[in-house]
T-cell receptor, first 112, second 113 residues
Framework: KQEVTQIPAALSVPEGENLVLNCSFT??????LQWFRQDPGKGLTSLLL?????REQTSGRLNASLDKSSGRSTLYIAASQPGDSATYLC???????????FGAGTRLTVKP | DVKVTQSSRYLVKRTGEKVFLECVQD?????MFWYRQDPGLGLRLIYF???????EKGDIPEGYSVSREKKERFSLILESASTNQTSMYLC????????????FGPGTRLTVT
């Protein structure tokens, strides 16, 4: 059964700092990996989707990488801003690829 | 842009009531999902549907049922609400069956008293 782990559980940084969030998964036979952002009390917003054939994907200040062989993905946020404060979750399709397995998330706080 | 809407943002129900949570997507997606999210437990899949009138149990289907009569609408039903079903309920949809990108609704915060 696919298990997804995110480290750290919480992270606090000063504004302007570059940071990396980590995601690991136990079954490397994934179809893709998706990163989400969740604001308190809200739904999930898709940030980036990396296909299994890709090594990285970029959107603005966000860059996600994928290393299937080691079962790891990272989300790099450049020049962090207070508006980036949220919980970030990664997810991968389960063995039957019909649903997603989610990590517990990393709660990010960017201090002004 | 894909839009997934949920019928209520906040809902308060009494124990034993029948509760309906509605989810609608506007992008002709084949797959729809219901999750619940609890502190410390993350997102857990309740049910998903890969076609009209088709459904599959997820990790925690007990106490829930679903209905998909039309492609755009996926309903979650709590037959007899209990306090341990107090949670955030999230609906999602995806185009492809094989690891398609999931799009989420805003969530329904359900409180059962």
């Amino acid at each position: 059964k696919q298990e997804v782990t995110q480290i750290p559980a919480a992270l606090s940084v000063p504004e302007g700092e570059n940071l990396v969030l980590n995601c690991s998964f136990t079954d490397s036979a994934i179809y893709n990996l998706q990163w989400f952002r969740q604001d308190p009390g809200k739904g999930l917003t898709s940030l980036l989707l990396i296909q299994s054939s890709q090594r990285e994907q970029t959107s603005g200040r966000l860059n996600a990488s994928l290393d299937k062989s080691s079962g790891r993905s990272t989300l790099y946020i450049a020049a962090s801003q207070p508006g980036d404060s949220a919980t970030y979750l990664c997810a991968v399709p389960s063995f039957n690829n019909n649903d997603m397995r989610f990590g517990a998330g990393t709660r990010l706080t960017v201090k002004p | 842009d894909v839009k997934v809407t949920q019928s209520s943002r906040y809902l308060v129900k009494r124990t034993g009531e029948k509760v309906f949570l509605e989810c609608v997507q506007d992008m002709d997606h084949e797959n729809m999902f219901w999750y619940r999210q609890d502190p410390g437990l993350g997102l857990r899949l309740i049910y998903f549907s890969y076609d009209v009138k088709m459904k599959e149990k997820g990790d925690i289907p007990e106490g829930y049922s679903v209905s998909r009569e039309k492609k755009e609408r996926f309903s979650l039903i709590l037959e007899s609400a209990s306090t341990n079903q107090t949670s955030m309920y999230l609906c999602a949809s995806s185009l492809r069956a094989l690891g398609g990108e999931q799009y989420f609704g805003p969530g329904t915060r359900l409180t059962v008293t």
